[in-house]
């Protein structure tokens, strides 16, 4: 099996280029979306003191519009999922970045609490379909050897987005106003579609892929895929060990995003600048990039080194579990920095998980049904971002803004994730040749 002997960082850098780079160029397109997705979400976050004075909105207020995002996300991940299997990927992915362009930019009109908690709620909706659409086009891109890389890479997008909203955010709102801010976020997405669609097509179907790269992308004669009814994607034990380990893990960043800059602005009295609270949450989202890709990485090199793809993935995200763990002890650190660098080593460590627990439902998804897997996982981490939302919103009104419960209850998740994926992954997966 060749694509098990290559250096899936090698092909990165360019020294594999007898295959072609085709695949790398439908990577970029993945990796702009998922920056520009994160940007409209990371918004709201930096804005928020802003907008909690202007509206005199409470920390519950803040939470119920962030929890009305999670249900929008909960329902579109499902049917999103769907969707990318069923109309493929072209088309599913570009309706949904034109849907939350429009989403995003009708921030701007609203002037109420009630008025975010629609705009959110449609942005949830149509932003569901961002990592369905990245991941399909992930598992149609690249070899097994090759995808914790290439998942490490455009998961990096999200952090990229967050470290791009705190300079972009202070600036438009210092020149223009908060409602230009979302103007100018929905309008990115419509570039973005642009050469999306001019650009993105399915591997055997791309103009410029050489043969050389179409059989390294197939690697070893893959059957035909047959379609999956959904009822039977429902049945897979795959399907729920990935979507529990999801559900319990994938919150954690969305508390990041959510509260990080409100904890930041309360703790060390931070202003909305890119040198006051801009710096530190760069900082931060910079190592949560290089965690991304050495995570995706790391379960890459194990697998080119020999070892299966399932145990390299469970081996990664066991280090991933270890190093989150300090993330306890921030509430307890003596001044800023100490804090961004707790924060910084345990958002690094939960985008490495990340990377390999979506390598892993590619791992375990056939083809065809790889993206509604993906949506049922990722509407169960919806409703756990649901749950979570409202008990940091309960936690904060009823202990006067302490963070120190919240940062203490992190680690345990990984660990629960990890020994209910451990105990319930399919025995008999397919080999890391599919």
């Known amino acids: 099996m060749k694509q098990l002997t290559s250096n899936p960082a090698s092909a990165l850098l360019g020294a594999d280029t007898g295959r072609g780079r085709v695949r790398w160029g439908m990577l970029a397109l993945v990796f702009f979306a998922t920056t520009l997705n994160y940007i409209d979400r990371a918004a709201l976050g930096i804005l928020q003191p802003v907008l909690a004075k202007t509206m005199q909105w409470s920390a519950q207020d803040y939470a119920n519009i962030n929890f009305w995002f999670q249900v929008g996300y909960a329902i579109g991940y499902v049917a999103q999922g769907r969707l ?69 890479i455009f998961n990096a997008g999200t952090n990229v987005g967050a470290m791009v909203t705190p300079m972009l955010v202070p600036f438009v709102l210092a020149v223009w106003g908060w409602q230009q801010v979302f103007w100018v976020i929905g309008a990115a997405g419509v570039v973005w579609l642009f050469f999306w669609w001019r650009n993105y097509h399915d591997p055997d179907q791309h103009p410029t892929v050489s043969k050389a790269e179409l059989a390294h992308i197939q690697g070893a004669a893959e059957p035909a895929a047959a379609k999956v009814a959904f009822r039977d994607v429902i049945r897979m034990r795959a399907t729920w060990t990935f979507a529990i380990g999801h559900m319990l893990t994938a919150p954690v960043f969305w508390f990041y995003l959510y509260w990080l800059p409100p904890y930041l602005n309360q703790q060390y009295q931070l202003g909305i600048s890119i040198t006051q609270l801009g710096a530190p949450l760069i900082v931060i989202y910079l190592m949560a ?28 995200m066991l280090l991933c579990g270890l190093c989150i763990a300090p993330i306890m002890f921030v509430s307890s650190a003596k001044g800023l920095w100490m804090a961004v660098a707790y924060i910084s080593v345990a958002i690094a460590a939960h985008q490495a998980w990340t990377a390999n627990i979506w390598s892993l439902a590619m791992d375990m998804a056939p083809k065809n049904a790889v993206a509604s897997m993906f949506g049922i996982g990722g509407t169960c981490s919806a409703i756990g971002g649901m749950f979570m939302t409202q008990i940091v919103g309960f936690v904060l009104t009823r202990s006067d803004n302490n963070y120190t419960l919240l940062f203490t209850m992190i680690p345990a998740t990984y660990f629960i994730a990890l020994v209910w994926i451990w105990l319930m992954h399919p025995r008999a997966a397919k080999p890391a040749s599919a």
Do not use: Q
């Open 84 to 152: 990318m299997d069923a109309v493929g990927v072209k088309r599913g992915f570009a309706l949904a970045v034109l849907v939350w362009s429009i989403a995003a930019a009708a921030h701007g009109f609203a002037s109420s609490v009630f008025g975010f908690m629609i705009c959110r709620f449609m942005l949830g909706l149509a932003e569901a379909g961002n990592y369905p659409a990245c991941i399909k086009t992930t598992r149609l891109w690249f070899p097994v050897g090759e995808r914790g890389v290439a998942v490490g």
């Open 289 to 316: 990039d290089i965690g991304s890709i050495a995570g995706g990485g790391l379960s890459s090199w194990l697998i080119v080194r020999g070892m299966r793809a399932i145990p390299a993935r469970l081996v990664t």
